[in-house]
């Protein structure tokens, strides 16, 4: 189509003008680019604050790779220098202080210790009180510094003592309610030692002999009915230089010749009856013990 064309259809208005589309501005304008604009810049203020927050804290818990301030985590476990406080229960296998160092466990009221098993049931525990100690297990024992030698245990049935020597320091000595088997029961030096029994029978027995020795004191046994000294196989042996027996013994006498006699008599002889009771007889120039005999058939 030429120009004369093209002019001659325009102005007859078969020529098809071009259309324009309205046109709308891309972009954010007035309050929500001012709303935009404070919140990025809230967002980073946040930003700022929190990581000079964490290295505040990284720098006041004094967090390494090898652990937190005074808690160190390495292969072997965690280990704590100082003092730790724990709010809630710690359950761990062993517990070990320093090299040269003592390990304390402080409370305000008391440290309790479980032990536990497989199923959850509680095996033993060990509460250490501001009155007392308390220990509920099966057996407890307490063992030399070497580990070789039990020094002491108890159990439903019985106590062992395994020290040489078994010390009790207090003024009233050690009481006992049931038997006592020992080999060996000695007074300390310049002490007395007393054995006795306020109420009931004291009674002393071993398969090979009892014996009873004071080296540089005396021996005295004393009872408000019989004294018994038997022996069931052998003898009973008294060896002393003298052997002096009380007042207490009954007087043989048979007539009132010997009565009479008795009564200036200064020398006597110890006689012995059948059933084992004693008695003294005036001696003679020979034995009187059987004229005067009658003293064992006196109750």
């Known amino acids: ?123 033993g525990q ?43 320091t207090g003024s009233d000595g050690g009481v006992f309610g049931h038997s006592v088997e020992t080999p060996h029961i000695q007074a300390d030096a310049s002490q007395d030692l007393k054995l006795e029994s306020p109420t009931r029978t004291l009674t002393m027995e071993a398969p090979r002999g009892v014996e009873v020795t004071a080296a540089r004191g005396k021996l005295k046994a004393t009872c408000r009915k019989d004294l018994e000294l038997q022996s069931t196989e052998g003898e009973i042996f008294l060896d002393a230089n003298t052997i002096r027996l009380g007042s207490f013994l009954p007087l043989g006498v048979y007539s009132p010749s010997s009565d009479a006699a008795s009564q200036k008599q200064t020398v006597y002889e110890l006689c012995i009856c059948p059933n084992g009771k004693l008695y003294l007889s005036p001696a003679g120039s020979s034995s009187s013990c059987y004229s005067t005999s009658n003293v064992c058939l006196w109750n």
Request: hydrophobic fraction near 40%; proline fraction near 3%.
């Open 1 to 123: 189509m030429n120009e004369e064309q093209y002019v001659l259809e325009a102005q007859s208005g078969h020529l098809q003008q071009p259309r324009c589309d309205a046109v709308y501005p891309v972009g954010l304008y007035g309050w929500r680019k001012r709303f935009l604009y404070f919140f990025l810049s809230l967002l980073l203020v946040i930003m700022i604050v929190n990581l000079a927050l964490t290295v505040w804290i990284v720098k006041v818990m004094n967090f390494t790779v090898d652990g937190m301030g005074n808690l160190q985590v390495n292969g072997e476990g965690i280990r704590l220098e100082g003092i730790s406080e724990f709010l809630l229960p710690l359950y761990v296998k062993e517990i070990q202080s320093r090299r040269a160092s003592p390990l304390v466990v402080w409370s305000d009221r008391n440290v309790t210790v479980n032990a536990r098993n497989d199923q959850g049931q509680l095996t």
């Open 126 to 168: 060990l509460t250490v009180g501001p009155d007392s100690v308390e220990a509920q297990c099966q057996r407890f024992e307490v063992w030399s510094r070497d580990g070789g030698k039990v020094l002491f245990s108890v159990d439903e049935k019985k106590i062992s003592v395994g020290t040489d020597t078994v010390r009790v």
